[in-house]
């Protein structure tokens, strides 16, 4: 008797298809099989304070061990309240327009269902982190793609215009920009905000590298302009702040309208997050402005390791401004493909790092030039020996 044999894959769904995984599992697995330094992941490799993990310890001995409201613990939509409007004057309502979610991956999910019909497009400004397309798939809707301009990884607003139809309906902002360390100027937020007012547009935020900045003043919000708050969706999180990136923790701020929706996803998502770790971030939250400035000036000396190094190895790079990944252009050692440079580094010299290729859709990034992508949220001694195994480096040529 013939047996039909079922194919699994046929049953696969369109969106699903749609999503690509970048390969970064398969260079992380190579750095710990070549014993190289992993320079990654944003993962940073020393611990958060003390007091938050007390705090969160705390909680599960006194028995914090169930569900946690859905929007999340009071106190720590309280916090971040406090926390917006101290750094820019306006207020959120910890009732009505803040919200818990498990990490920014969450809260970018979740938005996006709130707001996002099949067949809407959303633009995606790339490189960009690989979650933001991926979200959008799942939601049925179309990534589109603006590019920024090199040098400089610029946002340019003409850009934007060209690529906006009668379907557009959100962007998607990341300041500081992951992976290029941008924060746009005035001129790139203008021309932005003119858009999105212009076409009537949502403004969907990843700001998880808000606290971490090297200029003299720290990033202007999107939503901060006028006539933005109304029409952005603020993501942000505790994870690279707090250092605290498996906690899953982050938050999504915006209008009560906005926020009613974006609570009915994250309730069908994942319900609540850890309880007793949303206690140990009311901690953090908490904290003096000197935790602050001792987190920007820690990243200032752990940035000025790989600097200077570079800068006597001769092997340029892109000028930082906020977040801790370091955008390094490595196109004199003769390499033609950003990924097999990559791979070479973590086999042959002992360091591994991202591909900036990896941070954009298939087909959009011209090869001209070799970017690795470099993450120093380590120790200095780690940064130090870097510096040491890439002097083995040599040209292709």
Not at 32 to 47: C, E, Q, R, V
Not at 184 to 202: A, I, P, T
Not at 237 to 248: A, E, L, P, Q
Not at 266 to 282: E, R
Request: with cysteine; charged share 25%; net charge negative.
């Amino acid at each position: 008797m013939a047996v039909d044999l079922f194919d699994a894959s046929s049953k696969i769904s369109e969106r699903s298809r749609q999503i690509k995984i970048p390969e970064f599992k398969q260079l992380a697995d190579l750095a710990a099989l070549h014993a190289a330094i992993d320079l990654g992941s944003g993962k940073p490799d020393f611990p958060t304070a003390l007091n938050f993990k007390e705090a969160a310890i705390q909680a599960i001995q006194a028995d914090f061990n169930q569900y946690a409201p859905p929007h999340g613990v009071w106190e720590l939509r309280e916090g971040i309240s406090d926390r917006l409007h101290k750094k820019q004057q306006m207020h959120f309502s910890a009732e009505q327009e803040i919200t818990i979610c498990s990490g920014v991956t969450e809260c970018m999910a979740a938005a996006l269902l709130a707001v996002i019909d099949p067949g809407d497009e959303v633009l995606i400004i790339t490189p960009s982190f690989a979650a933001y397309a991926a979200d959008v798939h799942l939601c049925g809707g179309k990534p589109v793609y603006v590019e920024l301009t090199q040098p400089g990884f610029r946002l340019e607003k003409e850009k934007l215009e060209a690529v906006i139809t009668a379907n557009t309906k959100a962007i998607i902002f990341n300041s500081p920009h992951n992976p290029s360390g941008r924060i746009f100027d005035w001129q790139e937020l203008q021309g932005l905000v003119e858009v999105s007012q212009k076409h009537d547009l949502l403004v969907i935020t990843d700001e998880i590298y808000d606290e971490i900045y090297y200029n003299a003043e720290p990033p202007t919000p999107i939503w901060t302009l006028p006539g933005m708050r109304e029409r952005t969706i603020i993501t942000n999180g505790f994870s690279k702040v707090y250092s605290v990136t498996g906690w899953r923790l982050g938050y999504v701020a915006a209008t009560a309208v906005l926020t009613k929706a974006i609570r009915k996803a994250h309730a069908y998502l994942t319900l609540s997050s850890a309880l007793p770790l949303q206690i140990g971030l009311v901690e953090a939250i908490r904290s003096h402005e000197n935790y602050y400035r001792d987190l920007r000036k820690s990243y200032v000396k752990r940035l000025n390791i790989l600097r200077q190094g570079f800068a006597a190895l001769d092997i340029p790079y892109l000028l930082l401004e906020g977040g801790y990944f370091l955008l390094v252009d490595f196109t004199d050692f003769g390499w033609e493909n950003d990924a097999e440079f990559a791979e070479y580094m973590t086999k042959s010299i002992g360091v591994s790092a991202r591909p900036l290729s990896g941070f954009y859709p298939e087909g959009i990034l011209s090869r001209q030039k070799i970017w690795l992508r470099l993450a120093f949220c380590k120790e200095e001694e780690v940064l130090q020996e870097v510096i040491v195994r890439l002097k083995k480096l040599k040209n292709k040529r």
